[in-house]
């Protein structure tokens, strides 16, 4: 018990990347598998293995957002909560973090280093841990760093589940035979799993403050929920049909995961640096040099640890070869089996990754990918300010959430051959059933290209899921219209002189490659594509054919774009030229157009000035810290 991470290491290095494990369980050790397994629609769903660890609360199993197996329920309890876990909320408890990473170095630095005493770090770690999640989830620390001990027996009785679930979920058929057993259970008292009890100890505590307050769970913090249990009951009272055990599955998982995960974290990133002390010697100097500048504060705050690149580094790096779960996230092949790096995998044969082994995946992560090498991490400056001045990482360092959607049959994602699954209906409904999923009501709509085409569409059907449009070099498409290829060329050499969809078509074959495009990326297009265009040409052939028309026509949607409206165009754009924006002005009473020098890719060719007119176009319109970012 507790090796199965290195013996499939060893399994994996014997046998390669595909090991049958059991009977009817193959391990996989690719990191590139990843997606064909746990993606969205791969349809794998999870095995026998997830129940096993369903918790007990007075007797009644209840289970959780992670080890529920079934997708309707999943969904049900994620959505009120999901938003909670964006990065802009998970920020507003930044300063109950920072209370309790105070008060744990005070008191190491009392009890270890004023003393000259030897310190397990080991339990102290896992106390911190225990006492920050019990701070962000109920703003009150249990006392374990205080103490110096597991308060009443409950890290000890949660390790106890973590090895039953380790050796019973193996063998599932056991866990119903035994603690799940309904006769079993009927002749013993009603019980609660440890994690249960210490969760309900700890909410009873809770509502006691809240009745000491006039202001009741909303508390400082700029009248939003102190903690993430407040969170919870305001979600609660949102939704009255949510049954009373979510809370208590939410809580639970706050706890259990958090405190269980940074703990183990924490620890290999302390046992990583210490096995490699030229790591640790520069962490100490890269912290000097920015302490210097007055860059960090005395508790580092996320936003400035943003800019300490080699801790960062070394955070992933031990990541990278200590993750936190040591066996497979198993899953189910679905009906008509799956196959897999090339190996057919049948029907109800479970299969998963041990992220221990794909870590250690040579072909992604290099030759040395079983030594410690936080430099793999690490890119050239030019490569870092690409990457910063990049809309989806620019962005989210401005508190935004991100929800960026692969266009069907291009991103790494779904593919279908079909030209009726690329209508825009269709796809947009799917886009509302994402942020329903991510209990997001509006977002901001952001699109290029054809993706301009699914965002008209989006802001057509629902409009009261966006704040906002905003169109880079294709702009807003009535809807009703049908696609005539010879007006088309006909009009824009009316308006600008020559067929734009002509010269598309003919110019411009071969030559060097774009400045704004890197090998790297030209490399990612090629991989991704592997020279199949035709599920990407549906795009083209739904336009073409005019598959649309007939429900934009029985659905009498309104031409009028009454949203707020950016509209950023290249003015040397030879495919959507600008005078395009003229055959729709009249149907956007609220819009803003910004021209840009360039051609059609304004989001690549002039990334600082996308983003500047973005940024002040969402101020404009709503508070960022109050709004979701979508790029479609």
């Known amino acids: 018990m507790g090796h199965a991470h290195s013996h499939d290491i060893k399994l994996h290095r014997k046998y390669g990347d595909t090991v049958r494990i059991g009977p009817n369980a193959v391990s996989i050790g690719s990191a590139t598998a990843t997606k064909a397994i746990y993606g969205i629609g791969a349809g794998l769903r999870k095995s026998d293995l997830y129940p096993v660890q369903y918790n007990y609360s007075?007797?009644?199993?209840?289970?959780?957002?992670?080890?529920?197996?079934?997708?309707?329920?999943?969904?049900?309890?994620?959505?009120?909560?999901?938003?909670?876990?964006?990065?802009?909320?998970?920020?507003?408890?930044?300063?109950?973090?920072?209370?309790?990473?105070?008060?744990?170095?005070?008191?190491?630095?009392?009890?270890?280093?004023?003393?000259?005493?030897?310190?397990?770090?080991?339990?102290?770690?896992?106390?911190?841990?225990?006492?920050?999640?019990?701070?962000?989830?109920?703003?009150?620390?249990?006392?374990?760093?205080?103490?110096?001990?597991?308060?009443?027996?409950?890290?000890?009785?949660?390790?106890?589940?973590?090895?039953?679930?380790?050796?019973?979920?193996?063998?599932?058929?056991?866990?119903?035979?035994?603690?799940?057993?309904?006769?079993?259970?009927?002749?013993?008292?009603?019980?609660?799993?440890?994690?249960?009890?210490?969760?309900?100890?700890?909410?009873?505590?809770?509502?006691?403050?809240?009745?000491?307050?006039?202001?009741?769970?909303?508390?400082?913090?700029?009248?939003?929920?102190?903690?993430?249990?407040?969170?919870?009951?305001?979600?609660?009272?949102?939704?009255?049909?949510?049954?009373?055990?979510?809370?208590?599955?939410?809580?639970?998982?706050?706890?259990?995961?958090?405190?269980?995960?940074?703990?183990?974290?924490?620890?290999?990133?302390?046992?990583?640096?210490?096995?490699?002390?030229?790591?640790?010697?520069?962490?100490?100097?890269?912290?000097?040099?920015?302490?210097n500048r007055g860059k960090i504060s005395k508790?580092?705050?996320?936003?400035?640890?943003?800019?300490?690149?080699?801790?960062?580094?070394?955070?992933?790096?031990?990541?990278?070869?200590?993750?936190?779960?040591?066996?497979?996230?198993?899953r189910v092949a679905p009906i008509g089996g799956i196959t897999v790096n090339g190996h057919f995998i049948p029907e109800g044969t479970v299969v998963g990754i041990n992220p221990w082994v794909s870590h250690r995946d040579k072909t992604v992560f290099g030759e040395d990918a079983e030594a410690w090498n936080p430099d793999r991490w690490l890119v050239e400056k030019s490569e870092q300010h690409r990457m910063e001045s990049s809309m989806l990482v620019y962005f989210s360092s401005k508190g935004f959430g991100i929800l960026a959607v692969d266009l069907l049959g291009y991103g790494d994602t779904d593919k279908p051959l079909s030209v009726s699954e690329y209508k825009t209906k269709k796809i947009a409904s799917e886009i509302i059933e994402i942020l329903d999923l991510e209990n997001i009501t509006k977002v901001h709509g952001v699109a290029h290209d054809f993706g301009s085409l699914l965002l008209s569409r989006i802001a057509n059907y629902y409009p009261d899921r966006l704040y906002t449009t905003t169109f880079l070099a294709v702009p807003y498409s009535l809807p009703g219209q049908k696609f005539d290829l010879a007006k088309v060329n006909a009009l824009t050499k009316q308006v600008a002189g020559f067929e734009s969809l002509e010269t598309w078509l003919y110019e411009g074959r071969g030559g060097a490659l774009a400045p704004f495009i890197t090998e790297e990326e030209r490399e990612t297009h090629f991989s991704i594509f592997q020279g199949d265009y035709g599920p990407a040409l549906n795009w083209y052939r739904n336009r073409i054919k005019n598959y649309d028309y007939d429900d934009e026509i029985t659905a009498e949607l309104d031409p009028t774009l009454s949203l707020p409206t950016l509209v950023i165009q290249g003015s040397e754009d030879k495919i959507a030229v600008p005078q395009l924006l003229d055959f729709v002005r009249s149907y956007i009473p609220h819009l803003r157009s910004r021209p840009v020098p360039t051609g059609h890719w304004v989001h690549l060719e002039a990334k600082d000035t996308v983003n500047q007119y973005l940024e002040e176009f969402f101020s404009d319109v709503k508070p960022v810290s109050s709004v979701h970012g979508s790029d479609l």
Not at 64 to 75: A, C, P, R, V
Not at 78 to 105: A, C, M, W
Not at 117 to 142: G, K, P, Q, Y
Not at 309 to 329: M, S, T, W
């Open 299 to 330: 508790v580092i705050t996320w936003a400035e640890a943003k800019s300490l690149n080699y801790l960062d580094a070394c955070i992933k790096e031990a990541g990278r070869l200590h993750p936190v779960v040591g066996q497979q996230f198993e």
């Open 58 to 291: 007075k007797g009644k199993l209840i289970p959780g957002i992670f080890t529920t197996t079934d997708e309707q329920l999943n969904k049900d309890m994620k959505r009120p909560v999901s938003s909670l876990y964006s990065l802009s909320n998970v920020l507003h408890h930044e300063g109950l973090v920072d209370q309790t990473i105070e008060f744990f170095i005070s008191e190491l630095k009392r009890k270890f280093a004023d003393t000259n005493s030897a310190c397990n770090i080991d339990d102290w770690l896992h106390f911190f841990a225990f006492d920050v999640m019990s701070e962000v989830t109920f703003a009150r620390r249990i006392g374990f760093i205080e103490r110096g001990t597991d308060v009443d027996g409950t890290i000890a009785g949660i390790w106890k589940r973590f090895r039953y679930f380790g050796i019973v979920g193996q063998m599932p058929w056991l866990d119903k035979l035994w603690d799940k057993s309904s006769l079993i259970n009927a002749l013993l008292p009603a019980k609660s799993s440890a994690i249960v009890t210490f969760t309900f100890t700890q909410i009873k505590k809770r509502i006691e403050d809240f009745k000491n307050t006039t202001e009741g769970p909303i508390e400082k913090n700029n009248g939003q929920p102190i903690d993430f249990f407040s969170q919870f009951l305001k979600a609660k009272f949102n939704h009255p049909e949510i049954p009373d055990w979510y809370l208590t599955s939410w809580t639970t998982s706050n706890m259990l995961a958090g405190s269980d995960s940074t703990a183990i974290y924490l620890r290999s990133i302390i046992y990583y640096l210490l096995k490699n002390p030229e790591s640790y010697r520069k962490i100490l100097d890269e912290l000097s040099d920015h302490e």
